[in-house]
């Protein structure tokens, strides 16, 4: 024969929840549902949702592109002649940017790319609605993700006793 | 903490004589079940192919591979960075837990250690993951019991510990934040005050389970004397993690094991469980996760400052060598064999995931019991198919 | 036959009949599905349920239901059609004919007989042979299990349930269930007649008892081992889709409305008000509404321990019913006829 306070207390857990979820919100209750898409949680700084291009740093080294485990990111880019620094010096070689896609389709949003670049031409926002109904539409070109560039957030400060030093 | 009742085990015995009794009488044919591998129990994709004799099970063989990714041959064509980016998915609830065998074994073939700073702080996001991965087994196991209810408080509260990890790294399930050398960044501020508030409340979700689940009657009932599997046979298996502390064995790589972590730097103790049955393996974790909390709090209130990264070339290439580092992941030990050609890559990695060997003793333990068992001791091994298929 | 200013010819009455039915039917079923089956086990939850469909969700049954009809209508090739597809016939239909002698105000009855609870516990124990045509019919392994699980369940579970009730007719001293509602009403306790006398005072055990059995009866959790969701996907239910589903989620809702209205009739005083005369004829507007309050309550209950319990296996099933509630009855009915003949 069963003894009854255990089968109780779990009775009492089950309707403490419906209480506390039928509470209004001034008195500390409420579910813990968020209602999308009428009411939106705002994402940490950190969060990794999209990666947005600065194109003015890219020089085209290639480096992003090599180090995604995904293979996902495409660039093209030519060389151009630029005029020299000073007058009088050779003409420069400088690098212009054809192409730069991600495939957000591919993407494992891992941030080795981001971390990867010399130039810091490549930055994670936490934006994250941007799913389309055609897949082909997940290939971000260049323009679009230098539109990502305004929804950066500032890097968040550090905790206590971090080393200031940044790399 | 009580022993399993004798007159509870002849009550189990007593049944199934009397449907072995039945199926004798009847002398019907046994039924082959396939209970997977779309299945709602199984955590994934495992099929266990039972043979019934009434409700009684003959024989069950559990088969696996239904979810096999490649991953050893994935890491055959990926640098260091990249392997410890897939090497996230392979236990997907704990999922920095993965990451860290993989980069100690790196760095012991380098020789270079990572600052205190770095040590704590990954000690502290393991812990972390292995409250988000454990919560949410003393959820699933209401509901593969049928108790509803719990896994929602489970996820809810999981939450919390969520929104912590994507604090610091950037990503709830998928942190990629352990490097060679250290982490890739520090914590922003206000992480170890929060951490501190989301640690009171696991706090309070374990005593929630220990009212709603535990201390249920219908739950003792279900889960008392089910499943034992003694402690000779949980380490001829190989079982590793609370299964084998639940069988009454005392081990625990975290305490028996110099890694260059900050587990020794906090007061904790080891729990076991004499019984072996399924209610001990729930009732160790639970207790697990309340030792986690406190870890967690510990180290918070005694974090060294300083840099997380050593002094590593921006390009590492790792020196030749074969390095094994295994852990204390959330579902038991695991460990990576690490070899390497002195390549930005490593040469060949063996994973040894946890979940594999546990779900060995599945053919072992499940023979002679009910088709509801069935269910209840798999519940209670808790294994996640990627885990076990990698 | 009732006195209205207007007469009704029999073939009008039976039309008025049968659409009352369904309504007493299906009202019930609807608002448990929609209060307890989508909010109070949200709330449970810590979430907010169906809040889209209408203002706070409440039109998401009939955006279900839609949704259920115009779904292809599946059976399995192995299946036995005929008995697959009479199987939810079956069940749903015993339901209603378990309303059938349920009062609902003085003379808002569809057929007052003599044996009336008798013949609202016989009629619903004939659904169990629908839930096994259902398992067996499926070609289903998991449907046949669930099935021969329900069988055991529900033939274990109509005892301790009829037991129960045997208490209240003893004290009744008859089987005409608006005749237990009127000597609920009319009697008084220690001779004071303030709440009339509501045999859930001196019939808690059987109370108690009657909302076990109802609970197995229901196949809920604790005692959902024919449907078992982790383990047996949905049972003797799994391979039924679109409105034979609907049909089986119509029967088990109503089914839990007509054992909380059982409940209620007999222990909780039924359409009666205390304190308002038997024969009067605003009863017939009103008991209703009384009645569907305090069903509302006993299904509460109902759903409350279904939703937090885990399931018991089928052998502890059986012997709880056995070893536990058939002796508690019978004590319970040994008891309460000696008081009866005693005092």
Same mark, same amino acid.
């Given at each position: 024969m069963p003894k009854v306070p255990g089968l109780l207390k779990g009775l009492g857990v089950t309707f403490a929840a419906i209480v506390q979820t039928t509470k209004p919100k001034r008195l500390?209750?409420?579910?813990?549902?968020?209602?999308y898409p009428h009411v939106k949680e705002a994402p940490p700084? +950190?969060?990794?949702g999209v990666i947005a291009l600065r194109?003015?740093?890219?020089?085209? =080294?290639?480096l992003c592109a090599r180090s995604c485990p995904d293979w996902c990111i495409y660039i093209e880019g030519h060389k151009e002649k630029a005029p020299p620094r000073r007058a009088g010096g050779k003409p420069r070689t400088v690098s212009a940017l054809d192409r730069f896609d991600i495939d957000y389709a591919l =993407? *494992? #949003? =891992?941030?080795i790319c981001v971390e990867v670049c010399p130039f810091d031409a490549l930055f994670w926002s936490?934006?994250?609605? #941007?799913?389309?109904?055609?897949?082909?539409?997940? /290939?971000?070109?260049k323009s679009k993700l230098g539109l990502w560039m305004e929804t950066v957030p500032e890097a968040p400060e550090l905790e206590v006793g971090a080393d200031k030093k940044k790399k | 903490m009580t022993a399993v009742s004798d007159r509870r085990q002849l009550a189990y015995i007593a049944s199934q004589a009397a449907d072995a009794r039945v199926n004798v009488e009847l002398e019907t044919e046994g039924m082959t079940l396939n209970i997977?591998?779309? &299945? $709602?129990?199984?955590?994934?994709t495992l099929r266990i192919v039972a043979r019934l004799d009434g409700e009684q099970v003959v024989s069950a063989d559990p088969i696996c591979?239904? *979810? &096999?990714?490649g991953y050893e041959k994935l890491t055959e064509v990926r640098s260091f960075p990249q392997v410890t980016t897939l090497v996230?998915?392979?236990?997907?609830?704990?999922?920095?837990a993965n990451e860290v065998p993989f980069i100690l074994a790196a760095e012991k073939l380098m020789g270079i250690e990572a600052p205190p700073r770095a040590q704590y702080i990954r000690t502290i996001l393991f812990e972390l993951s292995r409250i988000a991965n454990v919560s949410l087994f003393l959820g699933d196991m209401g509901v593969q019991l049928g108790a509803l209810t719990a896994v929602f408080y489970a996820f809810r509260d999981r939450e919390y510990v969520l929104n912590q990890i994507e604090a610091a790294?950037?990503?709830?399930?998928? $942190?990629?934040?352990? +490097?060679?050398?250290?982490?890739k960044d520090d914590l922003p501020k206000g992480w170890i005050a929060e951490t501190r508030a989301c640690m009171d409340k696991m706090r309070t979700f374990c005593d929630l389970m220990e009212d709603l689940l535990v201390g249920n009657e219908i739950f003792a009932e279900r889960t008392r004397g089910i499943g034992v599997i003694p402690r000779d046979v949980a380490l001829s298996y190989g079982l590793s993690g609370a299964n084998l502390r639940a069988s009454g064995v005392d081990f625990d790589l975290r305490r028996d094991q110099r890694l260059p972590?900050?587990?020794?730097?906090a007061e904790w103790k080891v729990w076991t469980h004499p019984d072996g049955d399924s209610f001990a393996r729930y009732w160790v974790r639970l207790q697990e996760v309340r030792e986690s909390t406190r870890i967690v709090d510990q180290l918070l209130d005694s974090l060294p400052s300083g840099p997380?990264?050593?002094?590593?070339? +921006?390009i590492i290439k790792v020196p030749e060598g074969e390095a094994w580092v295994s852990t204390e992941n959330p579902l038991g030990e695991m460990g990576y064999y690490v070899v390497s050609k002195?390549?930005?890559?490593?040469?060949r990695v063996k994973i040894r995931s946890a979940s594999f060997n546990n779900i060995a003793v599945a053919s072992w333990v499940l023979k002679g019991t009910f088709v509801p068992d069935v269910i209840t001791i798999l519940a209670s091994l808790y294994f996640i198919l990627g885990d076990i298929d990698r | 036959m009732t006195t209205l200013a207007v007469v009704i010819p029999y073939w009008g009455q039976s039309i008025l009949r049968s659409l009352g039915v369904a309504a007493a039917v299906l009202l019930p079923a609807g608002t448990a599905v929609y209060?307890? /089956?989508?909010?109070m086990v949200s709330f449970m939850q810590s979430r907010l349920g169906?809040?889209?469909?209408?203002?706070?969700?409440? *039109?998401q049954l009939f955006a279900e239901v839609g949704k259920f009809l115009q779904k292809e209508d599946l059976i399995p090739r192995g299946a036995d059609r005929r008995i697959f597809k009479l199987a939810p016939i079956v069940v749903v239909a015993t339901v209603f004919l378990v309303y059938? $002698?349920? $009062?609902?105000?003085p003379f808002a009855v569809f057929g007052s007989y003599d044996t009336g609870i008798f013949l609202a516990l016989a009629v619903s124990s004939i659904s169990v042979l629908g839930i096994l045509m259902a398992g067996w019919s499926s070609a289903n392994k998991y449907s046949l299990m669930g099935g021969l699980r329900a069988a055991g369940q529900l033939l274990a579970y109509e005892l301790p349930m009829v037991l129960a009730v045997v208490g209240v007719v003893i004290q009744a001293g008859t089987l005409n269930l608006q005749g237990i509602v009127a000597a609920q009403h009319s009697e008084k306790i220690f001779g004071w007649?303030?709440?009339? #006398?509501?045999y859930v005072v001196t019939q808690f055990v059987g109370l108690a008892v009657f909302l076990i059995a109802a609970q197995a009866e229901l196949t809920?959790?604790?005692?959902d081992m024919p449907i078992a969701e982790s383990e047996?996907?949905?049972? #003797? *239910?799994?391979e039924y889709s679109g409105f034979r589903f609907l049909l089986f989620f119509i029967g088990e809702f109503a089914a839990a409305g007509a054992f909380a209205a059982l409940a209620s009739t007999l222990f909780?005083?039924?359409?009666?008000?205390?304190?308002?005369?038997?024969?009067?004829?605003?009863m017939n507007v009103v008991g209703p509404l009384v009645l569907f309050t305090k069903m509302m309550l006993v299904m509460f209950v109902i759903f409350w321990v279904r939703f937090t319990y885990p399931r018991l296996r089928e052998d502890q099933l059986q012997r709880f019913a056995w070893k536990v509630l058939i002796p508690i009855t019978l004590a319970n009915i040994v008891v309460t006829a000696v008081v009866k003949v005693v005092f």
């Open positions: 500390g209750g409420g579910a813990a549902t968020v209602q700084t +950190r969060a990794r194109e003015e740093n890219c020089t085209v =080294c290639m =993407c *494992m #949003y =891992c941030g936490p934006e994250y609605e #941007y799913s389309e109904p055609h897949i082909a539409d997940l /290939l971000h070109d | 997977g591998p779309q &299945h $709602p129990a199984t955590h994934g591979g239904y *979810m &096999h990714r996230n998915r392979i236990d997907w609830l704990g999922s920095f790294t950037g990503g709830r399930f998928h $942190p990629n934040f352990d +490097r060679i050398g250290g982490l972590m900050a587990w020794d730097k997380v990264m050593a002094k590593v070339p +921006r002195g390549d930005t890559g490593p040469f | 209060v307890y /089956l989508f909010k169906p809040m889209e469909a209408g203002p706070y969700g409440s *039109m059938v $002698p349920i $009062p609902f105000g007649g303030g709440i009339g #006398y509501p809920q959790t604790p005692f047996l996907v949905a049972g #003797y *239910m799994t909780l005083g039924g359409w009666a008000l205390p304190w308002v005369s038997l024969s009067n004829h605003w």
